[in-house]
């Protein structure tokens, strides 16, 4: 190091300039560029498992947050599965109320059909005895006025 100083001083002193114009600290000064680009194990060593560790690290927060991603995305499953059993419970309730009224409405009409075949019947009977539709009219006139006077 001393002969780098001594060798800067007479550098300066044919250029006209002097020392204290350029003083930098012993501990600070590296005159010379070999020592820049030297391979230091030691701080190499340092980087390396720094870079490690970084990466490591990297990888870890990475797979945590595919792990979260996966978590959402199953609980989003399993709310979508509830969601559809739901809607799939409400669908069965219709389905069923649904053929219970096709079985009301199937009943009714088959009474239906049954109570005209014995409406009919019993009109047959009142017209074979001498029954007239005009004359049951007439005759609830007749007996709502006789109501109507007394």
């Not at 020392?19 to 020592?35: K, M, Q, R, V, Y």
Request: with cysteine; charged share 30%; proline share 3%.
């Amino acid at each position: 190091m001393a002969s780098h100083a001594a060798a800067l001083k007479v550098g300066l002193a044919l250029m006209g300039m002097s020392l204290p114009f350029l003083t930098i600290p012993e501990g600070l000064s590296n005159a010379s560029f070999p020592d820049c680009a030297k391979h230091d194990p030691e701080v190499n060593g340092d980087t390396e498992k720094n870079y490690a560790e970084l990466l490591t690290e990297e990888l870890k927060l990475r797979e945590a947050d595919s792990l979260e991603k996966h978590k959402r995305a199953d609980m989003g499953l399993l709310e979508a599965k509830k969601v559809t059993s739901s809607y799939q419970k409400d669908a069965d309730k219709c389905n069923s109320g649904m053929e219970t009224c096709e079985e009301a409405r199937e009943k009714a009409e088959l009474a239906l059909a049954e109570q005209k075949k014995l409406t009919s019947k019993w009109e047959e009977r009142a017209r074979q005895k001498g029954w007239r539709e005009g004359a049951i009219k007439s005759n609830t006139k007749t007996n709502s006025n006789a109501q109507a006077a007394a």
